[in-house]
C-alpha cells in the first residue's frame, strides 16, 4: 500500500531562516499533491497544489517541489516568521484514489 | 462567506451512547468528506459523497458507523454504540470537485468517549 513520511519530529528554526519541510512517499507518484497548515483545535487549511507534470510551484513566501525520481516533495518558507509556527500536512491523491494526508510535520519560528 | 460548519466543536459522552456529529458544507460545493484525526494514525478519511452520494466508505471503521447526506446542505456521521477507542476530533471538509479540488475543513468536532 502506498505510504507517506512527513518528519515526526519538530523543525525549530529562527525568525527569517528558511524552513524546509520534506515529504516522502512509497511505490507510484501521485497524479498531485497538496500541502495543508494546521494551527492547534482548528482544522487543515490549503495553502498550495503541485502536479505530477510540474517541478515547482510559488505563492508569495512559499515553494513546493515535486521530484517523482526521488519520491519527494520539498516545501520551503522563505524568511519565516513567527507566525508560521504551525503543523505542515502533505497530502498526496493519487489516480482512482481520494487525498491520503501524512502525519504532519511541526514547524517552530522562534523571534 | 461561512465555510464548513460543524457540531458540536466538543462532545463528552458515556461509552455506549449513541453520538451523532454534524457538518454543512460550503454553498455550491459538491463533495463532501468525513475524515478522523489521531495522534497515532493522523488524518484517515471515513466516507466520501459526491452529490450527496456515498461514493467510498471503505475508511469507515466499523458498522457502528454510519453517514448520511439527506441534502446538498447538510451531513451527519453518527457512532452507535461509542467505544473509548473512537475518540479523536472527527473532521467535515467539502470541494467543488473530486480530483484536483483543495478541501475546505471545518474546525472539527473534538469526541472524547469515556
Known amino acids: 500500500s502506498q505510504k507517506i513520511e512527513q518528519n515526526s519530529e519538530a523543525l525549530n528554526i529562527q525568525e527569517g531562516k528558511t524552513a524546509t519541510l520534506t515529504c516522502n512517499y512509497t511505490n507510484y507518484s501521485p497524479a498531485y499533491l497538496q500541502w495543508y497548515r494546521q494551527d492547534p483545535g482548528r482544522g487543515p487549511v490549503f495553502l498550495l497544489l503541485i502536479r505530477e507534470n510540474e517541478k515547482e510551484k510559488r505563492k508569495e513566501r512559499l515553494k513546493v517541489t515535486f521530484d517523482t525520481t526521488l519520491k519527494q516533495s520539498l516545501f520551503h518558507i522563505t524568511a519565516s516568521q513567527p507566525a508560521d509556527s504551525a503543523t505542515y500536512l502533505c497530502a498526496l491523491e493519487w489516480r482512482y484514489s481520494t487525498l491520503t494526508f501524512g502525519k504532519g510535520t511541526m514547524l517552530l519560528v522562534s523571534p | 462567506d461561512a465555510g464548513v460548519i460543524q457540531s458540536p466543536r466538543h462532545e463528552v459522552t458515556e461509552m455506549g451512547q449513541e453520538v451523532t456529529l454534524r457538518c454543512k458544507p460550503i454553498s455550491g460545493h459538491n463533495s463532501l468528506f468525513w475524515y478522523r484525526q489521531t495522534m497515532m494514525r493522523g488524518l484517515e478519511l471515513l466516507i466520501y459523497f459526491n452529490n450527496n452520494v456515498p461514493i467510498d466508505d471503505s475508511g469507515m471503521p466499523e458498522d457502528r458507523f454510519s453517514a448520511k447526506m439527506p441534502n446538498a446542505s447538510f451531513s451527519t456521521l453518527k457512532i452507535q454504540p461509542s467505544e473509548p477507542r473512537d475518540s479523536a476530533v472527527y473532521f467535515c471538509?467539502?470541494?467543488?470537485?473530486?480530483?484536483?479540488?483543495?478541501?475546505?475543513f471545518g474546525e472539527g468536532s473534538r469526541l472524547t468517549v469515556l
Open positions: 471538509a467539502s470541494s467543488f470537485v473530486t480530483g484536483e479540488g483543495e478541501l475546505f
